[in-house]
Every structure is written in structure tokens, then in C-alpha cells.
């Protein structure tokens, strides 16, 4: 039976940056390597560290080329640094999230302004009108949408 404990080692990443990284539309493989850089980097108090790709391949359960596809598409996605002297590579999370370059789906329900109650005996509240999805590429369109969506919370009690 696993019984973690939090004395017994934990990782502290703001809760800033785990938002940020939820809110982007990574593949389960790019996931896996970014909690375990994160892992390798904040859970021993560093910004950057030298990790194998057979240690990816190990604790992400990853095939090779998988893993060497999915750090680099990170890196080109300025989700990563990558730094390499010599024989040695480092990694290391970009937590500065606006200047990552991903593809993003979002999806909010927007509710019609002049409704506010639901009918009984109805599984699907009638004030759901539509659902949008943007799709952010550039960091430019996806602070423009984040202050959109911000501005929705503000005009209609969060979502």
C-alpha cells in the first residue's frame, strides 16, 4: 500500500506556474518530462540540472525517440532550456509562462446575460448558449484571450 509522506521529500512549485502549465495543451508525453524536470530541478532546490534521456526514458516510461521529440519540441516551444557544455546536457523550466509558444484549447461556457436561474427537472442548465474554443499560438493572441476570459469572469461571477 503506498503511504506517501510529505516529510519524506516533496517538490514546491508555485502555484502560478501549475496553473499556467494546466491551462496549456501538452501531449501526456511532454507532461510526463515537464513533472519530471520539475521533479529533478525544484525538489533538490535547482534552476537547472544534467538528466540523461535514459533517465527520461526510465521515469517517464517514454520510448527513445519519443522522449528526444518531446524535449525538443519543449525547448523550441520555450517551455525549457536547454544547455549543453561538452558531453553534458542540462535542463531546466522555463517559468516565465508568457514566453511559451504553445498551442492552447481552451473552452468556456458562456452563459446568456439575462438568464439566471435553471429549471427544474432539466439536467442542462438552459443559460449555457455556446461553447467557444480559441486557440492560442503566439504569446501576444493568448494574453489578449487571458484578458478576455478575465474580463468574462469579472462580467459574469467566474466560471
Same mark, same amino acid.
Not at 503511504?3 to 508525453?29: K, S, V, W, Y
Not at 527520461?56 to 528526444?68: D, E, G, K
Not at 525547448?75 to 549543453?84: F, G, H, P, Q
Given at each position: 500500500?503506498?503511504?506517501?509522506?510529505?516529510?519524506?521529500?516533496?517538490?514546491?512549485?508555485?502555484?502560478?506556474?501549475?496553473?499556467? =502549465?494546466?491551462?496549456?495543451?501538452?501531449? *501526456?508525453?511532454?507532461?510526463? =518530462?515537464?513533472?519530471?524536470?520539475?521533479?529533478?530541478?525544484?525538489?533538490?532546490? &535547482? #534552476?537547472?540540472?544534467?538528466?540523461? =534521456?535514459?533517465?527520461?526514458?526510465?521515469?517517464?516510461?517514454?520510448?527513445?525517440?519519443?522522449?528526444?521529440?518531446?524535449?525538443?519540441?519543449?525547448?523550441?516551444?520555450?517551455?525549457?532550456?536547454?544547455? %549543453?557544455?561538452?558531453?553534458?546536457? &542540462? $535542463?531546466?523550466?522555463?517559468?516565465? $509562462?508568457?514566453?511559451?509558444?504553445?498551442?492552447?484549447?481552451?473552452?468556456?461556457?458562456?452563459?446568456?446575460?439575462?438568464?439566471? &436561474?435553471?429549471?427544474?427537472?432539466?439536467?442542462?442548465?438552459?443559460? =449555457?448558449?455556446?461553447?467557444?474554443?480559441?486557440?492560442?499560438?503566439?504569446?501576444?493572441?493568448? %494574453? &489578449?484571450?487571458? #484578458?478576455?476570459?478575465?474580463?468574462?469572469?469579472?462580467?459574469? *461571477? *467566474?466560471?
Amino acid at each position: 500500500m503506498a503511504n506517501p509522506q510529505r516529510e519524506n521529500g516533496h517538490t514546491m512549485i508555485a502555484n502560478e506556474l501549475l496553473e499556467a =502549465i494546466c491551462r496549456f495543451d501538452f501531449t *501526456g508525453a511532454e507532461m510526463r =518530462i515537464l513533472f519530471f524536470i520539475i521533479r529533478k530541478t525544484y525538489g533538490y532546490h &535547482k #534552476k537547472m540540472d544534467k538528466i540523461s =534521456i535514459s533517465q527520461f526514458q526510465q521515469q517517464c516510461l517514454l520510448p527513445r525517440q519519443t522522449t528526444i521529440d518531446c524535449l525538443n519540441r519543449l525547448v523550441r516551444m520555450s517551455v525549457l532550456y536547454k544547455e %549543453n557544455t561538452k558531453n553534458i546536457t &542540462k $535542463y531546466g523550466l522555463q517559468k516565465d $509562462y508568457d514566453a511559451w509558444i504553445v498551442r492552447t484549447t481552451v473552452q468556456y461556457e458562456m452563459p446568456h446575460p439575462t438568464s439566471t &436561474k435553471c429549471p427544474e427537472n432539466q439536467y442542462e442548465p438552459p443559460y =449555457i448558449q455556446n461553447k467557444r474554443t480559441k486557440e492560442i499560438y503566439t504569446k501576444e493572441s493568448k %494574453n &489578449k484571450f487571458l #484578458k478576455d476570459l478575465e474580463q468574462f469572469k469579472n462580467n459574469f *461571477g *467566474g466560471v
